[in-house]
Each structure stands twice: as structure tokens, then as C-alpha cells.
């Protein structure tokens, strides 16, 4: 405990002086094959179904605003625009799992 207290103010100027200089370092992690490009293509299709999702759900609550404000109009944009990211994580998707088989 004693060295943790006297060691982590040290550890933590140097910890923030590389993030200032932005020199994080190299971070090794093992290649394990294809398990990590699927990894990271199934990241990429949640983080679209996730905003998509985002869109649907802020914009049908600003749809609920009185008609003709221009909350309206933008509730209505964002739900549309949230359908239509919708359909192209799922096309993408599709296109991609057919190219790989």
C-alpha cells in the first residue's frame, strides 16, 4: 500500500505526459486469424444498428410534437434516416456473408 501511494503520482504524470506528446505506444495483441476480422466486422454492423436504432428512437419522440413545428419535420427526417441506415446494415450485411461463402 505504501509503495502504491508513493509510486502512483509518478506513474500517473507519466501516464498523461505520453498522452499530451500522444505517444501511447504500441499495444501487441496476438493474431488469432479470421476470428478477429469477424470480430470487427460484426463491431462495425452493431455500431450502425446502434445509431440507426438511435435515429428511429429520437425521432419518432420529436414526431410526437405538435404537427407543423419544425420538431415535426425533424422527427420525421430522423426517422426515415434511421429506417434507411437500417436497411443498409442489413444489405451490407447480407452482401457481405454471401461473399465470403
Known amino acids: 500500500m505504501e509503495r502504491l501511494l508513493t509510486d502512483a503520482p509518478g506513474d500517473t504524470r507519466r ?3 505520453r498522452i499530451a506528446e ?6 501487441q495483441v496476438p493474431r488469432r486469424g479470421s476470428a478477429c476480422g ?5 463491431l462495425e454492423r452493431l455500431t450502425g444498428a446502434i445509431a440507426a436504432g438511435a435515429l428511429v428512437i429520437g425521432g419518432s419522440m420529436l414526431v410526437l410534437a405538435p404537427l407543423g413545428g419544425w420538431h ?10 434511421g429506417i434507411i441506415g437500417t436497411l443498409l446494415v442489413v444489405i ?3 452482401r457481405r456473408d454471401r461473399g465470403r461463402r
Open 22 to 27: 500522444g505517444n501511447l505506444g504500441r499495444l
Open 38 to 42: 469477424r470480430v470487427s466486422r460484426n
Open 72 to 81: 415535426h419535420v425533424l422527427g420525421e427526417v430522423m426517422v426515415v434516416s
Open 15 to 17: 501516464v498523461l505526459r
Open 92 to 94: 451490407d450485411a447480407l
